[in-house]
T-cell receptor
């Protein structure tokens, strides 16, 4: 029973490029949360999605960031025109629903040069 | 020049001793609390949780205590082992806010053999 999968595990982008981060939830889970972690800090909530719906995007920066969770396929976190300050670890967590335990993936470490 | 940055609080214990990690949470409307363990390069791993209608919960070698009066949470690890070395985060879930987790800063636990 595979856990939450994220890819790529490491991603290097130059300033101005686009970054696409993928998250495949655990089997049977239709809810996904994305969090960002800066070095030596706790995780910060970004966005909560169900299949084909964004439920809460209160933690997303207003520009350049978007997320989707299509009916088929993984959830995608997209960062356009990356800047150095976007360098961080991005984690997704999947769950059966908002009142259930969240299971975290291994994260994608984004480095912007 | 001198570099300035955030540093995680650190707890150093001897193998076999008990460890206590503390956390102050922020929102009196939080109804659910979780402790996570994060090893280097990995995602957060669930350790133990507690609901706001409880003040103590025990697992295998771990105990969580909740003091709602002062908004304080603690994690006790009995007979600490080298494999317990990691960063530990508390997280809170605010009632009726869609399940997103609010993470504390984290404490780095170092176990000396």
């Amino acid at each position: 029973n595979a856990g939450v999968m994220q890819n790529p595990r490491h991603l290097v982008r130059r300033r101005g490029q686009e970054a696409r981060l993928r998250c495949s939830p655990m089997k049977g889970h239709s809810h996904v949360y994305w969090y960002r972690q800066l070095p030596e800090e706790g995780l910060k909530f970004m966005v909560y999605l169900q299949k084909e719906n964004i439920i809460d995007e209160s933690g997303m920066p207003k520009e350049r960031f978007s997320a989707e969770f299509p009916k088929e396929g993984p959830s995608i976190l997209r960062i356009q025109q990356v800047v150095r300050g976007d360098s961080a670890a991005y984690f997704c967590a999947s769950t059966l629903g908002s009142s259930y335990e969240q299971y975290f993936g291994p994260g994608t470490r984004l480095t912007v040069t | 020049g001198e570099s300035v940055g955030l540093h995680l609080p650190t707890l150093s214990v001897q193998e076999g001793d008990n460890s206590i990690i503390n956390c102050a949470y922020s929102n009196s409307a939080s109804d659910y609390f979780i402790w996570y363990k994060q090893e280097s390069g990995k995602g957060p791993q669930f350790i133990i949780d507690i609901r706001s209608n409880m003040d103590k919960r025990q697992g295998q070698r771990v105990t969580v205590l909740l003091n709602k009066t002062v908004k304080h949470l603690s994690l006790q690890i009995a007979a600490t082992q080298p494999g317990d070395s990691a960063v530990y985060f508390c997280a809170e879930r605010v009632y009726n806010q869609g399940g997103k987790l609010i993470f504390g800063q984290g404490t780095e636990l170092s176990v000396k053999p």
